[in-house]
């Protein structure tokens, strides 16, 4: 049997809808757009929880927020959970992570700063390789660390994060190739790339930031006429753009390292994204919102080519892959089934064999479990689910908040939770948010309907 590897490439903050294949006219990913052509896009991807660390957790352990020991921001992730590394390694691979980390707890304060903050090994989630980082905001200041004992080191990257850090997993992936070629060590390979562009401060290098006037940019219909805010709006998606451009540009340099290693056709590629960011739709910037801009993520698995029968060279879905099913939709391409302990769906099918695998979700579960209190934030906690048929619904506890047809109103500018001629549908939405927190062992008081 041929033992394939996985990669996963993924940024912070970078929303579904900004991609040139997803139609942003502001933006050219040419190597994004590849990968949507030659892979399957999952159109109608979600970020269950948009917020980091939250993201985070239920990525690599494919257990919900309120499961795995990070329902918030800086929770740790707790040293015995286990994740996709320790699955991937009790399997024979070989795994490394390159990048954010973000789940080790670190509070700011007395002057510390998380981007110096060293994780200790037995913290870094089961990746045998691991050079990375806690959390930083500053993509051109970046120190990451790694190795244990007399091993252990800590260094800035001389340069941009997001080159840098592709740099280290070519690298990696030069390293497997040669010691495949010289018999030493044929180990297939699960290797994450994760960088912190396009997250905020929106700077990018200066040939990708000249690209962008925040004049010209055409900012989505649901971006209120307030100066204010679309002031604000232009000047960030000047950088936002440029961060994105440039983090296609080194996904176009992977693409070329596994093609000159020879490993591109044995190795999947997974990008998506952890969450979006708002950029002044209603009037409201960053992330923790239910609407599309902050929910909405890519993605796109491609790579390592299927030879199923009718097998088609690229397509779109509009299932609703969320968080939790990342990690065993990841171990299912390599031809796993996941541990019982993870809790999403395995979505492989779709791109091993051109159809589901079994029977799915027809809709995907969304959380805000604690909020942050961050400027720019939902201040409470709410629940809330998107169907494949392209319905929304979202609740405060005790009380709806949002419902949208996002087939006739994809901007989310007419909102139906309390209009009484459709509580037809706000009853089986809402139904299905029930069986959601009740499957799922969530506290989550829902009101009566």
């Keep these: 049997m041929k033992r394939y590897n996985a990669i996963w490439i993924f940024g912070d903050q970078h929303r579904g809808q900004a991609m040139s294949t997803a139609g942003d006219p502001n933006v050219n990913t040419p190597n994004m757009d590849i990968l949507a052509a030659t892979g399957v896009n999952f159109t109608r991807a979600v970020s269950g929880t948009p917020l980091c660390c939250p993201y985070r957790g239920a990525l690599l352990s494919g257990r919900y927020p309120h499961h795995n020991g990070v329902p918030g921001h800086e929770y740790r992730l707790p040293p015995e959970r286990p994740t996709i590394a320790h699955a991937f390694g009790e399997r024979g691979y070989d795994t490394a992570y390159f990048g954010k980390w973000h789940l080790d707890g670190f509070h700011e304060g007395d002057g510390r700063r998380a981007g110096k903050h060293i994780v200790p090994p037995e913290r870094r989630g089961g990746f045998r390789r691991w050079i990375g980082y806690e959390n930083n905001n500053s993509p051109w200041d970046c120190w990451v660390h790694g190795g244990e004992g007399e091993d252990a080191f800590q260094y800035r990257l001389p340069g941009f994060e997001t080159d ?11 390293e497997k190739a040669e010691a495949r070629s010289s018999g030493a060590d044929d180990a297939p390979f699960f290797a994450v790339l994760s960088v912190q562009p396009p997250h905020d401060p929106y700077a990018a290098p200066e040939r990708f930031m000249g690209r962008h006037n925040p004049a010209t940019l055409r900012l989505r219909p649901n971006v209120p006429a307030v100066p204010r805010v679309e002031e604000r709006a232009r000047r960030e998606l000047a950088g936002y753009y440029a961060m994105i451009e440039n983090l296609d ?48 993520v890519p993605v796109i698995i491609s790579g390592a080519q299927p030879y199923y029968e009718g097998y088609r060279n690229g397509f779109w879905t509009n299932v609703p892959i969320n968080h939790v099913d990342l990690a065993p939709t990841t171990l299912g391409l390599c031809g796993f089934e996941p541990p019982e302990w993870m809790e999403g769906t395995d979505y492989s099918g779709y791109r091993l064999e051109g159809r589901p695998k079994r029977e799915e979700p027809v809709s995907a579960f969304l959380q805000s479990v604690e909020p942050t209190g961050h400027h720019n934030s939902v201040d409470r906690a709410w629940r809330g689910v998107v169907t ?5 619904y979202v609740c405060f506890e005790g009380t709806p908040w949002l419902l ?37 062992g969530d506290s989550f008081a829902l009101p009566a309907v």
């Design 388 to 392: 494949k048929d392209n319905w929304k």
């Design 164 to 174: 840098e850090l592709t740099n280290l997993l070519i690298g990696y992936l030069r």
């Design 404 to 440: 949208f047809n996002l087939n006739e109103d994809p901007y989310e500018q007419v909102n139906l939770a309390h209009n009484s001629l459709y509580a037809g549908e706000r009853r089986r939405l809402h139904g299905l948010l029930q069986e959601w927190i009740d499957r799922t």
């Design 249 to 296: 540009w080194n996904l176009g340099r992977l693409r070329e390292a596994l093609a000159d290693t020879g490993l591109a056709d044995d190795t999947h590629l997974v990008f998506f994204s952890d969450h979006g960011d708002m950029h002044g739709s209603h009037g409201q910037f960053r992330k923790t919102t239910p609407f599309e801009e902050s929910i909405r």
